[in-house]
């Protein structure tokens, strides 16, 4: 049964942000199933568009062009705009199924009030406000209220792993409305290179570099690393503009980019502590073959020792040793990254996932249509 959706996301598009990159893969999913994608976004985004479906755009908002996450003073009307685009977008295409990725495109979803509403949760408010906004009990009490009182309200919720789901389970939502589905990721565009044992290898890291990433853990474990490889590098690949000291910054705009970013023998970081989103620069990590270190609350793809080493929270002393371990073990770093790409390939793949999500997605339509002509 082909069915005519609209995925939503409250962002611009595309732009290097797990959240796109997320939603993206998703709208590829459907795609590749023969589903009438239409993916409804704000007015503007930080690339050309290269899609194979359709993409309707809010109404651009003057003076709104913040690509990165978190609030803005423009963020209200731009929501707005991206509801009155998505109105405008089931009417004019008929959609039958509105896929919501994350909070905003969910609010916009239930003021359009079409049914049925699949849900993709990539965080859990109560646990990132406080990033963005500070003030730690007052902005995690509202996190958790929008938590407690909007999921719930979805026909169906996607989400990418087991504690975001019991979160949200605990704040009110129905165990049997919450799905466990894994990120999809198609691994083709990366590739492996040769581990060199014969010199140092960097270590590297790759995505934005707001709070949220934890940066100065990494930075402060690579300063203990130095002690004992002085010719480690760190770099660090961004399309944001900045300047961090012990570290040299690698333009990377896209995915092309960041392919051509991990295809050098090095040591992938990941020293995020937070844990109810899922990044999406792990599973890049593992596709490329590179050996990961992460913090265990950040480090759902990896099994530790097998596809990677996860350390505990914030304990800069077992980061370093963990990238000393693998700087100074190319035979690791050639096993890790060679079981992680195995992985990602086998349990992320977009053909596996897509059948997952294409159950769930008719399943609720079924469901809404059933109850439709029953009333």
């Not at 651009?60 to 977008?89: C, E, H, N, Y």
């Not at 910054?249 to 090095?266: C, K, N, Q, T």
Request: proline residues 7%; positive net charge.
């Amino acid at each position: 049964m082909k069915l005519r959706i609209a995925m939503v996301g409250a962002c611009p598009y595309p732009a290097p942000q797990g959240s796109q990159v997320l939603m993206r893969n998703t709208a590829d999913c459907f795609h590749r199933l023969g589903h009438d994608v239409h993916l409804v976004v704000y007015g503007y985004g930080a690339a050309p568009e290269r899609d194979p479906w359709a993409v309707h755009r809010a109404a651009r908002i003057p003076f709104a062009s913040k690509t990165a996450p978190g609030p803005s003073l423009m963020k209200p009307l731009q929501d707005v705009t991206l509801a009155m685009a998505l109105r405008r977008t089931v009417r004019r295409q008929h959609i039958d199924v509105v896929c919501a990725h994350n909070y905003e495109a969910l609010l916009a979803a239930l003021l359009v009030g079409k049914r049925p509403i699949l849900y993709f949760a990539h965080n859990s408010m109560a646990e990132e406000l406080p990033y963005f906004l500070g003030g730690e009990w007052a902005t995690g009490r509202v996190g958790c209220l929008l938590d407690k009182y909007f999921p719930c309200r979805a026909d169906k919720i996607i989400v990418p792993h087991h504690r975001l789901a019991g979160h949200l389970v605990v704040r009110g939502c129905r165990q049997e409305q919450v799905v466990i589905v894994p990120p999809p990721l198609d691994g083709t565009p990366f590739r492996t290179v040769p581990v060199d044992s014969a010199s140092v290898p960097a270590v590297i890291y790759a995505g934005n570099v707001d709070a949220y990433q934890n940066l100065p853990l990494l930075l402060a474990a690579v300063e203990i690393l130095k002690r004992k490889k002085p010719d480690v590098k760190l770099l660090i690949g961004t399309a944001a503009r900045a300047c961090i000291h012990g570290a040299e910054i690698v333009p990377v705009h896209d995915l092309e980019g960041l392919s051509r970013f991990l295809a050098r023998d090095a040591v992938f970081a990941v020293p995020r502590v937070s844990w109810s989103g899922y990044p999406m620069k792990i599973l890049n990590a593992m596709a490329a073959g590179k050996a990961v270190v992460a913090c265990e609350s950040a480090a759902y793809p990896l099994a530790h020792e097998e596809t990677g080493l996860v350390v505990p929270d914030d304990n800069v002393d077992a980061y370093a040793a963990a990238l000393l371990r693998l700087v100074e073990d190319p035979h690791l770093r050639e096993k890790l990254g060679a079981q992680a790409r195995h992985v990602v390939l086998e349990r992320h793949q977009p053909d596996v996932v897509a059948r997952q999500l294409e159950t769930l997605m008719l399943e609720a339509h079924d469901r809404y249509t059933t109850r439709i002509h029953k009333a």
